[in-house]
C-alpha cells in the first residue's frame, strides 16, 4: 500500500505506507528523518515521532530535533517539546526555527513578551523569515490588546 504525493510538476508519486515494520527495516539516519518529515508533513504525527524517535537513536541533527519537538507539542506533551526547544537554543544559538517554535511555545503560555523576543531573535537570524514575522505581529497585537 502507498501514499500518492505529486512533485512539483503535478506528477504522482507513490511512497510506501510507512509501518513499524518499514521503520525497523531502515535503519539508517536520513532515511528514517525523510520519512518521518513526510509522514509529519502528511498530518500522521504518531508514525512521524516513532520514525524520528529511530532516527535520534542513530544520529541526531537540529532540524530533527526540531520536528520531534513539533511532534511532542501536537500529541499532547508541550513540556517535552519546550524542553527541547530550550535545549536546541542551547545548543544551537542561531537556529531560527527553534527560536520562533519556543516563542509559539511561549505565546501558547501567554507570555507574550518572551514570545516576541524569541520572534525577534528568529528575524535577526533570518530577516525573511516570514513565519516568524506574522508569529511576531500576532503576539505584538495580542500583547497591545491584553494590556
Request: some cysteine; hydrophobic content about 40%.
Amino acid at each position: 500500500m502507498a501514499n500518492i504525493f505529486r512533485d512539483e510538476h503535478g506528477r504522482e508519486i507513490k511512497v510506501p505506507k510507512v509501518t513499524k515494520k518499514l521503520i525497523k527495516a531502515n535503519q539508517n539516519f536520513d532515511t528514517l528523518y525523510n520519512l518521518g518529515t513526510v509522514e509529519l508533513n502528511a498530518g500522521r504525527t504518531s508514525t512521524a515521532f516513532d520514525c524520528f524517535h529511530a532516527a535520534l537513536e542513530l544520529g541526531t541533527s537540529k532540524e530533527c530535533l526540531l520536528n520531534m519537538a513539533t511532534c511532542y507539542k501536537v500529541l499532547g506533551n508541550e513540556g517535552k517539546a519546550k524542553a527541547i526547544l530550550y535545549q536546541l537554543i542551547q545548543d544551537y544559538p542561531s537556529f531560527p526555527l527553534a527560536y520562533n517554535n519556543y516563542g509559539l511555545i511561549r505565546y501558547d503560555d501567554g507570555e507574550f513578551e518572551e514570545a516576541i523576543g524569541h520572534y525577534t531573535k528568529a528575524i535577526s537570524l533570518m530577516p525573511d523569515y516570514a513565519d516568524a514575522h506574522w508569529n511576531h505581529a500576532l503576539a505584538l497585537l495580542i500583547k497591545r490588546f491584553d494590556s
